[in-house]
């Protein structure tokens, strides 16, 4: 007789680390006058948030767990959804809040509080030792409107138009060989040399190394005509080309 107890096949988990770009909301006192100036970005950017992970960062403003709350739900009924929160003061939060997130880096993302304004910044500058090589991204087609591009890396260039609703992010600078009639950011990782360049400026906004102007914001005279812009202390300048 055989006694001896059948094998008993063990099938392992499999955990993988995986590393995703975030935005994150870094919201200011006085907290009304913070979303105000997020209703503004909505406006002039709409649809930017929808889709994409986004991490509250609530180490300035730093909330009791109650004011964490109804902030989700503030911006919840602004279509924002918070994947994680960052706050450093704050060991736990209950079940019905996202989760906390421990030291983080990612691109960070300020409501505006005027029409010039910082939307992006680096954590830290990288090491030169640990840098990637930038790396350019060369796109042969027109970026049609509600498509995005994001390029962390380097450089992108377009060798066409950029519709409206659409946007490219890039690393570093940003060459449209066309029409501008979307959002461009350069510089997004912390690069304030970024620059953007294109054949006609019709953009709905421009942002480098997170400062911005939006279409309202800018000259009539930089309209419709070949432009570069760039950022020079705090403060986004348009120049033409021609």
Known sequence: MNTAAPSIQKKSIRFRARSFVAFALTPEAPLGEWLRGLDRWIENSPGFFTGRPVVLDLNVLKPSVREIGTLVSLLADRAIRVYAIEADAIEALGADLPPLLKGAKSTLLDGPAASTGRVAEKDAPAKKDDAAEPKSLIIKSPVRSGQSVFHPQ????????????????????IHIYGTLRGRAFAGAAGNAEARIFCQKNEAELLAVDGWYRTADDMEPSSRGRPIQAFLDNGTIWIAALD
């Open 154 to 173: 380097g450089d992108v260039t377009v060798l066409g138009s950029v519709g409206s609703g659409s946007e490219i992010i890039a690393g570093g600078s």
